[in-house]
């Protein structure tokens, strides 16, 4: 059995909090951490039809992309149609953990999986995600006392790269110093330059780490006044991010791509610009995101591909020459709430897993009339 923080943990380390908008609501926003789960469910949105569902299938935590209680709710009852399934979930004791706008912008999030159905390549971000502070630690010590520096340094969070812990860098120097009156050299004696053999250890440290690694550097090395230096260090671009931009292998036209996006999808879509325009460079925003079309235009996309767009965005697009396809919040979303049900099984092998099977757009297309 695993217990409904440790699926939650997983989840903040495949989409973390810190990509999410500042509007958003993500995490476990529901339930007990500590409570043991062998089913999970992944939703869109935790409906009455989903979480009757989740009751039903015995899951111990929902994963819905969309928050809960994301605008205030003073009452939540039994016998209210917005709140009743809450109180049913409650009783059955099940869990609720959303991801949302930080797993729109996760490395192998929504946005990526819409592009790998479409088949687009070299995706990168619209709006790349700010890199966490990080800092270079540089600390001057003797040989005897570089062991335990780098032990209390590790221990405090310096020297992780990546998947690898425990990095640093060593190289042998000479230093000096001299000691006023009111010192207490390790070394040598006050009142004189004094030269010693030195190791220029250096290391890296996430911002959150600095003040507890300096402290510990301090406290585990011999000298009096250790010489620390710390340089702020500009991090490479990385996948993580909102929305995305990348190519397809061949350019065709809009009218055709739009029809690829449809037939992929397995829904009608709509169209703004001149179909017969060629695209190459495609972009895409699951959900509501319309708003990402001037940052990719400025990006050179020929279209955006998106779940909802206004009436004037429409026209601004047209006005600008990039090709719009709407293809609905359900369609461009769903497919990622499926990924993340099989990301979640590979991660714990011993949980049932499933995308909810009884959720459904509640748009429906209808069309009667004379063709458009």
């Known amino acids: 059995m695993r217990t409904v923080a440790e699926v939650a ?22 339930g007990d951490p500590g409570a043991e789960v062998d089913r999970v469910m992944t939703c869109l949105t935790v409906t009455a039809e989903s979480a009757d569902e989740a009751i039903r299938e015995g899951a111990g ?4 992309h969309h928050p809960i209680l994301f605008r205030e709710t003073k009452r939540i009852r039994a016998d209210l149609p917005g709140t009743g399934f809450l109180w049913r979930l409650a009783r059955a004791g099940v869990a609720i953990a959303s991801p949302h706008t930080a797993f729109d912008g996760a490395a192998d999030g929504i946005n990526v999986g819409l592009c790998r159905r479409l088949g687009l390549v070299d995706a990168v971000p619209i709006r790349p995600a700010a890199a966490p502070a990080a800092f270079k630690v540089v600390v001057f010590t003797p040989e005897a006392d570089r062991d ?37 050299p390790a070394v040598g004696a ?17 911002g959150g780490q600095l003040a507890a690694v300096l402290a510990a550097v301090r406290g585990a090395h011999s000298y009096e006044e250790p010489a620390i230096d710390v340089y702020p260090t500009e991090s490479a671009p990385t996948a993580l991010g909102s929305g995305r931009i990348g190519r397809l292998e061949e350019a065709r036209s809009l009218g055709e791509f739009a029809r690829t996006a449809s037939r992929v999808l397995g829904v009608a879509v709509q169209v703004a610009g001149d179909l017969d325009t ?68 590979l991660a714990f ?17 209808l069309h009667d009339g004379p063709p458009t």
């Not at 935590?61 to 819905?64: A, E, F, M, P």
């Not at 060593?170 to 009111?182: L, Q, V």
């Not at 006050?190 to 996430?206: F, S």
């Not at 495609?282 to 995101?289: L, P, Q």
């Open 9 to 30: 943990g997983w989840l903040e380390g495949f989409a973390p909090s810190r990509l999410a908008e500042a509007w958003d609501n993500v995490g476990l926003l529901w």
């Open 61 to 64: 935590l929902i994963v819905s």
């Open 148 to 184: 335990a520096v780098l032990a209390a340094a590790f221990a405090a969070g310096a020297g992780r790269i990546g998947d690898y812990s425990e990095c640093s860098f060593a190289i042998p120097g000479r230093g000096t110093f001299f000691g006023g009156e009111s010192t207490d």
């Open 190 to 206: 006050k009142g004189r330059r004094e030269t010693v053999a030195e190791l220029r250890v250096e290391m890296v440290c996430p």
């Open 278 to 345: 060629p695209v190459e460079r495609v972009a895409v925003s699951c959900g509501a995101g319309d708003d990402f079309l001037g940052d990719a235009a400025r990006m050179g996309a020929q279209v955006l591909l998106t779940g909802e767009a206004r009436f004037h965005r429409a026209l601004e697009a047209r006005a600008m020459g990039v090709g719009l396809i709407v293809a609905g919040h359900h369609a461009t979303e769903r497919p990622g709430v499926e990924d993340l049900a099989g990301r979640i099984a």
């Open 349 to 365: 092998p011993d949980l049932i897993v499933w995308p909810s099977r009884d959720e459904s757009d509640p748009l429906v297309l």
